[in-house]
């Protein structure tokens, strides 16, 4: 059996090994590493990708969410609505900007921010909402672009996670998350679903005065060299991340594909195992239930493939794991609402009963395209022979 590893980026390369390769050396005979033709073909191709209008390459994920808000003018002391269950980086550019965090509550079948919960922390001065589509799931945008409209609220979708996957809207449209609020980013770090070989990001938007601003924010604010009419930074993908990248975007559906098979077997070798609840998928297109995962519909692109271990063992189960060479995940130990630098008065511990829970019991397994069955034999046994204990 090959050596089981959390993502298996050398595997994936080898399938696109030539065509990178080639690519790479073209850009570096070019010199053109910054702004070069690589970069402005992958943005025009990742457009047709998600249809929409304007895609906005920068240097990273986390640039380009709190890019999305500066280009929004959200002004210090604004309230920003995000989830409490997800990685920092979400929160951290809205205490960058001086903007206000406002974490809630998740669902506990999506690990989704909660729209009930949403509609609670509403007050005068909110002025955005942050969904995140975590784990590969979009979040409920039904119900949180109604709540949003009802209250003249930005959405801004964090689609780090989320690439390539879509929802589908109760009149029955379908539209590739990242294209659904006023402005989007995602992430390019090499483990996403759509990863480059360093760091990368974008944001996206179907707002052709928003583009402009944002646009003019990731190069110091210029539109015309040494005018700067904006106030920006230094944000911007290069030549040979974004070569990388083309590369790999025409494989996008059958790297996400790869991803619904593998977690196809997950959910097959787990079912009925007492102590273990498996990830749902909501909003299948198809008609199927929570427990389908069906390639037709891109609901869930499984970034990540997250167990639910309810008998207080989780931990335990860790470690199981690592002594029997099998990596894992926690995604994510601590809620944010109770880290060092997002702690707040405001803040009750009654607010977050799922987040709590959830923090307790999440582990992640592997999850990547280039999974095997023997692998996923040998995951699940070491797995179930542990909770069985």
């Known amino acids: 059996m090959k050596k089981i590893q959390m993502v298996d980026l050398k595997g ?3 399938q696109i090994k030539e065509q990178v390769n080639s690519s790479v050396l073209d850009v570096i005979n070019s010199t053109a590493f910054i702004n070069g033709p690589e970069v402005h073909s992958f943005q025009k191709e990742l457009e047709e990708y998600l249809d929409v209008k304007h895609v906005i390459p920068c240097a990273n994920g986390t640039d ?9 003018g959200l002004q210090p002391g604004d309230e920003v609505i995000t989830a409490d269950f997800t990685f920092a980086a979400t929160v951290e550019v809205i205490a960058l900007l001086q903007l206000t965090p406002i974490l809630v509550d998740v669902e506990p079948d999506s690990f989704n921010i909660d729209p009930e919960a949403i509609k609670k922390a509403i007050t005068p001065k909110t002025k955005a909402i942050v969904p995140v589509h975590l784990f590969g799931q979009a979040a409920n945008m039904d119900e949180i672009m109604a709540i949003a409209n009802q209250h003249d609220l930005y959405v ?3 689609n780090a996670q989320g ?3 879509s929802y589908k809207f109760s009149n029955g449209t379908t539209t590739k998350t990242g294209a659904i609020g006023q402005v989007a980013s995602t992430s390019f770090f090499p483990s996403k679903n759509l990863g480059c070989y360093g760091d990368g990001g974008a944001i996206f938007t179907n707002d052709d005065d928003l583009a402009h601003t944002i646009r003019g924010i990731v190069n110091h604010g210029m539109y015309k060299r040494y005018h700067h009419d904006v106030v920006g930074v230094n944000s911007r993908l290069d030549s040979i991340q ?6 790999k975007l025409p494989n996008l559906d059958h790297y996400n594909n790869a991803r619904r098979a593998a977690a196809r077997k997950y959910n097959k070798a787990f079912e009925g195992v007492e102590n273990i609840i498996t990830p749902k998928v909501k909003g299948n297109s198809c008609g199927t239930d929570e427990n389908t995962i069906c390639d037709t519909c891109n609901c869930h692109v499984f970034h990540q493939y997250t167990l639910r ?10 470690q199981h ?8 995940g926690v995604y994510y130990p601590i809620p944010l609402h109770s880290q060092k630098a997002y702690q707040d008065t405001r803040y009750n511990e009654a607010d977050f009963p799922i987040t709590n829970q959830l923090v307790k019991e999440v582990i992640s397994l592997p999850m990547h395209t280039e999974l095997d069955d023997e692998q996923i034999e040998f995951i699940t ?6 909770v069985s204990q």
């Open 309 to 318: 271990i309810t008998n207080d063992k989780r931990d335990q189960l860790v």
């Open 64 to 72: 380009a969410l709190q890019i999305a808000m500066m280009g929004l």
């Open 381 to 386: 046994k070491t797995i179930k022979d542990f």
């Open 12 to 14: 994936q390369y080898e």
């Open 156 to 158: 801004i979708e964090d």
């Open 321 to 328: 794991l690592n002594d029997n060479g099998v990596p894992c």
């Open 163 to 165: 690439i390539g996957s």
């Open 242 to 247: 974004a070569t990388i990248l083309r590369a």
